[in-house]
């Protein structure tokens, strides 16, 4: 499955377990995407994000959440999408939280927040990654494409250095360092100065992402297939820098429809949803959706400033979702438009799709019944 972790033995278990269950899982997601807050000072020319209202997520719903993540042993929370998670000022007590339960935790931030002190608080907290938004390759390009006052590129590229640092002094391993480039028409001609840009400033990996219509509809940062063609062979030489859990770029960006913003192909409908017994999103105005799709109505499924997260989990109407997502052929059932045309986990879900094929049903039980007695 995507993920901005790599996955542990007793995540894949707890995932597998789910899968043999489905639809009516006993376990709880391995990750939470969680937005803790809507509000950001930057106003990238690809991001919907800051258009929105402002949404902040009050801080005892927080701390129920934690609760919930831990009954449920979820393993990974990723604090990202929607907003600056710096911005929140509950962040590091969020962070101190999720660490006291032993979940794994990741941050994506644009950098513009950070300082020494923050640096060597997250470190000291043992975040285990944090991302960086960068999608630029120099100065001019970062500002040309964050369009706000408060951008200090140089800033950014000395906070990874200091995280580098201060990893080093502590003689620890964490966090990770993440680049995330959102590959437009803007900055695609430059792909090999941005994952150089990645190299000098010492990411231990890149997160290439395309643009998605759904996060801000402005066709004009699509690729035509001439800068996608030349896009995927500068990609080459850059393969190992790039993140496995997310080596579904080139295929993404591959795909028929890929000039239209639409990054699957012809299978989407005959594919079921694995994305849903594995993963949740909650947004900070306390939605729940089963991934960070589109806000569509049909796939809100809950909203945790009203009900526990652990009820919303197992609730007849996320079971009812995950019974209409995993039945391939997706047509048949009333899914959601988006699911049926646009689903940006397509190659996720194709991966785990060809595996259960592969191994079968009865031997993906056996499997998981012999992790099981393994304890790991
Ligand atoms: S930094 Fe992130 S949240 Fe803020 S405007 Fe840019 S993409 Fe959107
Ligand atoms: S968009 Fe894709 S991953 Fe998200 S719920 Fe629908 S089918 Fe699943």
Not at 39 to 58: L, P, T, V
Not at 86 to 114: C, Q, S, W
Not at 207 to 220: G, I, M, N, R, T
Not at 291 to 312: D, Q, T, Y
């Amino acid at each position: 499955m995507n993920s901005d972790f790599p996955m542990e033995a007793a995540e894949k278990l707890q995932f597998a377990m789910n899968l043999v269950s489905a639809p009516r899982i006993h376990k709880g997601p391995v990750q939470v995407s969680l937005d803790l807050t809507s509000r950001c000072h930057m106003n990238c020319i690809f991001c919907g994000a800051c258009k929105s209202k402002n949404e902040e997520m009050d801080f005892s719903t927080v701390m129920r959440l934690v609760r919930d993540f831990s009954l449920l042993k979820v393993r990974q929370v990723m604090i990202s999408g929607g907003g600056e998670p710096l911005l929140y000022p509950f962040l590091f007590d969020t962070i101190e939280e999720l660490k006291k339960k032993g979940i794994r935790v990741g941050i994506t931030t644009n950098g513009a927040e950070l300082d020494n002190s923050s640096i060597s608080r997250l470190i000291r907290l043992g975040v285990d990654l944090i991302i960086f938004s960068i999608s630029a390759y120099d100065e001019q390009s970062y500002v040309s494409i964050r369009k706000s006052a408060k951008v200090d590129f140089r800033l950014v590229v000395s906070s990874m250095a200091s995280i580098r640092a201060l990893r080093h002094r502590l003689n620890v391993i964490k966090p990770r360092i993440g680049n995330s480039h959102i590959v437009i028409k803007a900055n695609q001609a430059h792909l090999t100065d941005m994952m150089n840009l990645s190299k000098r400033s010492g990411a231990d990996f890149v997160h290439l992402q395309p643009h998605y219509l759904f996060v801000k509809h402005d066709e004009s940062l699509l690729l035509t297939k001439e800068e996608i063609l030349s896009v995927l062979r500068r990609l080459l030489p850059h393969e190992s820098a790039i993140h496995s859990g997310d080596d579904m770029y080139a295929k993404r960006i591959n795909s028929v429809f890929a000039t239209q913003g639409v990054y699957h192909n012809y299978l989407v409908q005959q594919v079921p949803c694995y994305f849903s017994v594995y993963s949740t999103k909650i947004r900070a105005d306390g939605r729940v959706y089963p991934c960070a799709c589109k806000r569509v109505p049909e796939m809100e499924l809950g909203n945790v400033r009203s009900e526990r997260f652990k009820e919303i989990w197992f609730s007849k109407r996320y079971t009812d979702f995950r019974i209409m997502a995993m039945i391939a052929s997706k047509k048949r059932y009333p899914l959601p438009d988006y699911c049926q045309n646009y689903c940006n986990y397509f190659y996720q879900n194709m991966k785990i799709f060809k595996r259960v094929n592969q191994l079968g049903y009865l031997k993906v039980k056996q499997k998981v019944n012999s992790l099981r007695l393994m304890k790991v």
